[in-house]
């Protein structure tokens, strides 16, 4: 089983898209938390936005570049939450 994910970093509001065959540790990876750092992990921490499962790396891959062209991102950008108005105060 093969992921294709997306990851939305809230305090610099970027949207990161990659592929594994291990979703739950490749997170890890991405927010720091193994032995390996990548450059994910200045962005930190990291939430999953979207994820789809393939049979094959191959599938994963093809929806991996279909999600970084601009129909992709604008897709990924529709599932962000809006920003919550700030509270009035009195």
Known sequence: MYWTYALYSKSCDVVYVGQTDDLEK????HNGLTKFK???HRHKPWEILHSETFETRKEALIR????KSGQGRK???SLIPPPKPPEATI
């Open 75 to 77: 897709f990924l950008r």
């Open 64 to 67: 991996e570049r279909q999600l």
């Open 38 to 40: 990548f450059w994910t």
């Open 26 to 29: 490749r997170i890890q990876q």
